[in-house]
């Protein structure tokens, strides 16, 4: 009986040992490690976060219009670029406003997007689209400054 008491006394005091390593290992690099800050502040940003949180609202609702069309299926391009497009905006929008490392990054992408769903919507003669490039051109303009 004794033996197993010290068995199980000796297995707790190890696995004590490494969790407490595991944790001073864990702290300590926590504790070294800095994120750096994003280059512009968020109040730089407010106007291209506005931009692309609007972007994605006309996008979503052009893709939404273009599904209605009679012919819908000649739209495909422009919905599958509004999709797109929306979903780059509200990525862009999220990350800036965390103060992404990445932020200047992924603005890059997302303004040469804006500007293919904007060419893509400039094709057709509708209102929704109309608005949809107007903002796509916009955010993609401010995208690149960023």
């Given at each position: 009986?004794?033996s197993k008491?010290?068995i199980?006394?000796s297995?707790?005091?190890?696995a004590f040992?490494c969790?407490?390593?595991i944790?001073y290992?864990?702290?300590?690099?926590y504790?070294?490690?800095?994120?750096?800050?994003a280059t512009?502040?968020?109040?730089?940003?407010?106007?291209?976060?506005?931009?692309?949180?609007n972007c994605?609202?006309l996008c979503?609702?052009?893709?939404?219009m273009c599904?209605k069309?009679?012919d819908?299926?000649?739209m495909a391009?422009c919905i599958?670029?509004?999709?797109?497009?929306?979903?780059?905006c509200?990525?862009s929008?999220?990350?800036?406003?965390?103060?992404?490392?990445q932020?200047?990054?992924?603005c890059?992408?997302?303004?040469?997007?804006?500007?293919k769903?904007?060419d893509e919507c400039s094709?057709h003669n509708?209102?929704?689209?109309?608005?949809?490039?107007?903002?796509c051109?916009?955010?993609a303009e401010?995208?690149?400054?960023?």
């Amino acid at each position: 009986m004794n033996s197993k008491k010290i068995i199980l006394s000796s297995i707790f005091i190890a696995a004590f040992a490494c969790f407490s390593f595991i944790s001073y290992v864990d702290d300590s690099y926590y504790s070294t490690t800095s994120v750096a800050p994003a280059t512009a502040t968020f109040d730089q940003m407010k106007a291209c976060i506005d931009a692309c949180n609007n972007c994605a609202a006309l996008c979503n609702n052009c893709s939404s219009m273009c599904l209605k069309e009679k012919d819908s299926g000649a739209m495909a391009r422009c919905i599958q670029l509004n999709m797109e497009c929306a979903s780059i905006c509200k990525a862009s929008s999220q990350l800036m406003s965390l103060g992404s490392e990445q932020s200047k990054e992924i603005c890059k992408i997302c303004a040469d997007i804006c500007k293919k769903c904007g060419d893509e919507c400039s094709k057709h003669n509708m209102d929704h689209c109309k608005k949809c490039a107007e903002a796509c051109y916009s955010t993609a303009e401010l995208c690149k400054k960023m």
